[in-house]
């Protein structure tokens, strides 16, 4: 998911071809030539990252020709065709059949430049909706070890590596990076698959009543129950335990988790004989474990205890080329969920998508795709730099007005009506954003015209 630059040039005269590609490269775009309709039909195909731009009159398949053949083969592939006056009609005729967009000649650079960047950024939304869909096809893959990144490669690799040994783990990562997550693959891909994986959130342990419900109780005088009251821990005999923000837990739920974890046993309230049980013990903390222990909010016991091995799950930041997969697969479960279609990719969510940080990891990722299948996501990205508020709404208001303006070739009239503002001050706003509505219209032409 990034952003596209090529440019696929169909033209015939040699010195113009030569001269607008060097143009076109200047503007940092990446120029693919081509001499004729034919040569560049044997080069496209329907997944080209880029746009085209053809002459209209040529020898042999015409513009129009080749923007048909095109489109035939990928209605989303922009064509945008060069022509002269006496080639209008023509032009317009391919454009109601589906090409972008016509330049007449002679044309100024900057307004092909501004073209070719609207087309690219509508293909790049194309490209990215179409890899969405097929990314969002469900895998037997957790999505928290979904991905390419190098940190996941490693993070499942771990997985892979400690579900065949019989250790206790120490899981540590941010909030929201999915340590149980991890915690139930480790538990998927062992022996005890078949076994009972058993979640303890240690921060909900209320203080009456927490030996009770980790350790058990027995039924009987006194205890108030008829049936025997199993303790979670041992409900995972045979089976995992997770101990989920152990350091939050109250310092005597960590003195008894410590016995259990050095004994293997637990006694339920009212037994008279300890049970052994065969269990492996997998825990996470809240925070950095280490820092939890310095700061006395963890047993220094217990943390050695659990520090047989440490295994570290990787914030969103430290895997971006994640994010797009992750995102597709939350949003595929979200719209499922909620019985809706699978929204398109929009240019705000894209650029969301790949500029914020995410620093409440998979959790808030999950969070946003829940919100845009509701239709309620942002459209303001977050901003990542430290422009000061006012900033951030000039740009994002010269933004809307450069949509509207290229949606409406320019059009004063009907860009004030679309954006509901008066004429004079839409043109204060345009002059205080340096924005030239000629740039957006249909045969704008400028300094370094390209002759006809």
Not at 375 to 396: F, K, N, Q, V
Request: net charge neutral; proline share 5%; aromatic share 4%.
């Amino acid at each position: 998911m990034t952003g596209l630059r090529r440019v696929a040039l169909v033209e015939d005269d040699e010195a113009f071809r030569a001269a607008l590609a060097e143009r076109l490269t200047l503007a940092e775009l990446d120029v693919l030539t081509f001499a004729s309709a034919e040569a560049a039909l044997k080069v496209l195909r329907p997944d080209f990252d880029g746009v085209v731009v053809s002459d209209l009159r040529m020898p042999g398949m015409d513009g129009r020709q080749l923007a048909d053949r095109l489109i035939a083969m990928d209605p989303d592939l922009p064509v945008v065709l060069m022509t002269g006056h006496g080639g209008v009609t023509e032009a317009v005729e391919a454009m109601k059949r589906g090409a972008y967009d016509f330049l007449t000649k002679p044309f100024g650079s900057e307004r092909l430049i501004e073209t070719l960047g609207r087309a690219l950024e509508k293909r790049a939304l194309v490209l990215d909706n179409r890899r969405l869909a097929a990314l969002s096809v469900e895998t037997e893959e957790p999505i928290p070890l979904s991905g390419e990144a190098a940190a996941t490669l490693a993070l499942r690799a771990a997985v892979k590596e400690l579900a065949a040994a019989e250790v206790d783990v120490l899981i540590e990562g941010e909030t929201g990076s999915g340590k149980e997550a991890v915690a139930r693959a480790i538990h998927a891909a062992g022996r005890r698959r078949l076994r009972s994986f058993v979640a303890v959130s240690c921060a909900a342990l209320p203080d009456d009543d927490a030996e009770a419900r980790l350790m058990g109780q027995e039924a009987g005088v006194g205890s108030g129950l008829v049936r025997r009251r199993e303790g979670r821990i041992e409900q995972s005999h045979k089976g995992t335990l997770f101990l989920d923000e152990i350091d939050l837990a109250p310092r005597a739920v960590q003195l008894m988790l410590l016995r259990v974890l050095e004994e293997r046993e637990v006694l339920p309230l009212g037994a008279a004989e300890p049970r052994t049980l065969d269990l492996r013990v997998l825990a996470a903390a809240k925070g950095d474990p280490a820092e939890a222990m310095a700061g006395g909010a963890l047993r220094e016991d217990l943390f050695w205890r659990l520090n047989v091995v440490r295994l570290r799950v990787p914030p969103l930041r430290e895997r971006r080329g994640d994010v797009p997969l992750l995102y597709a697969r939350f949003l595929a479960r979200a719209c499922a969920r909620m019985g809706r279609p699978l929204p398109a990719m929009t240019d705000a969510v894209r650029r969301r998508l790949l500029d914020h940080d995410w620093p409440g990891n998979l959790r808030e990722l999950s969070n946003y795709a829940n919100e845009t299948a509701l239709g309620l996501a942002a459209i303001e990205p977050a901003p990542t730099d430290d422009l000061s508020l006012a900033d951030r709404l000039g740009r994002y208001e010269a933004d809307l007005i450069r949509r509207a303006l290229s949606d409406h070739g320019g059009d004063i009239r009907r860009v004030t009506e679309a954006l509901r503002i008066p004429r004079k001050t839409l043109y204060d706003k345009m002059a205080r954003h340096g924005i030239q509505p000629a740039h957006h219209r249909r045969k704008a032409t400028g300094d370094g015209e390209f002759p006809q």
